[in-house]
């Protein structure tokens, strides 16, 4: 079976403020540790009222403690935003604490807006040194050299698994090039999705990391135990689409029985196409709909994202998704 893993929103609702969303996601966390799932990551999002992930290596911290198997890590760190040197620092601890367990994925786009950017004293071209700042990473993370004048205490020698995320063809051509996994967020940008994974498979050079390309595809998946169901449960996440086409991002909103009354015929269009590769319904339709997901892309994991506005409705998302009825 293809293994399973989650990417965790850290979702302040309507009904949960941000202790109640990283409370939540370490529960999470638990479950799905015993559910068989590989790994959970949360991902570095800034100035965003319902996202209580922006310190991920704290967030990574707060997780991992209360798991003990599951790996756990960033998909991803925005590189652009952070000098690598700190990053290998964070995540050499979260190494060094939780030996075996922690993964790295890095992303270039900012994460956030310009606005924030400049508070996070970042310039905007910090992104075109993505590939050497990557490198950089990897070095700090490696064992040190002698006469080595610079080091990431206590990161050095922790060779903490680094990914490249990525919604284009740059990233996987970076991955292929560095010899790293590759994860792809078909999950909110799908046009890319075949395309990007077979640049990656093609010219994809064996490293000490990995000697054969290994894609992450990540994807929407809502189970619930009727397809009606779960098509209701999955509003919570459209209307969240169509508040960031309104500039309105905001907490997570309880589903509605009518979608159709919420958003205009242009909203939905432009959500429903970053939202193409959603798989939502009962778990035959679920599990129907991964098996022909990774028949496509040939995927060696999935990435879940089951953004479900209530936390035991999630938790019995991610149950039947795992095939844990």
Do not use: C
Request: neutral net charge; without cysteine; glycine residues 8%.
């Amino acid at each position: 079976m293809t293994p399973l893993s989650i990417l965790e929103l850290v979702r302040i609702t309507e009904g949960t403020d941000a202790r109640g969303a990283l409370d939540n996601a370490r529960d999470l966390a638990a479950h799905a540790e015993g559910w068989g799932y590989r790994r959970l990551w949360v991902a570095e999002h800034h100035n965003m009222p319902g996202i209580a992930s922006a310190a991920t290596a704290v967030v990574v911290a707060h997780i991992a403690a209360g798991t003990s198997t599951i790996r756990v890590g960033s998909g991803g760190i925005m590189l652009p935003n952070h000098a690598p040197y700190v990053i290998a620092e964070q995540f050499g601890t979260l190494a060094r604490l939780f030996p075996g367990r922690i993964d790295l994925g890095l992303g270039r786009a900012p994460g956030t807006d310009q606005h924030t950017l400049r508070a996070l004293r970042r310039p905007p071209e910090a992104a075109e040194t993505f590939p050497q700042d990557v490198l950089e990473l990897q070095a700090f993370l490696a064992p040190a050299v002698p006469g080595q004048r610079i080091q990431a205490v206590p990161a050095a020698g922790t060779e903490v698994p680094l990914w490249i995320l990525g919604s284009s063809n740059f990233g996987a051509m970076l991955a292929a090039e560095l010899g790293l996994p590759y994860a792809f967020a078909s999950h909110f940008a799908p046009d890319l999705l075949l395309s990007a994974l077979h640049l990656y498979r093609t010219r994809f050079k064996p490293s000490a990391q990995l000697d054969r390309p290994y894609a992450m595809v990540g994807v929407n998946i809502i189970a619930a135990e009727t397809d009606a169901e779960a098509r209701r449960l999955a509003t919570t996440q459209q209307m969240a689409f169509a508040n960031i086409f309104r500039g309105a991002r905001g907490l997570g909103r309880p589903p509605i029985d009518d979608i159709e009354s919420y958003w205009s015929p242009m909203e939905k269009a432009q959500a429903m196409r970053m939202l193409a590769r959603s798989i939502v319904g009962s778990p035959a339709t679920v599990r129907a709909g991964m098996e022909s997901l990774v028949a496509e892309t040939g995927a060696d994991e999935l990435m879940i994202v089951s953004d479900v506005y209530d936390h035991a409705a999630r938790l019995r998302s991610f149950q039947l998704i795992a095939g844990r009825q």
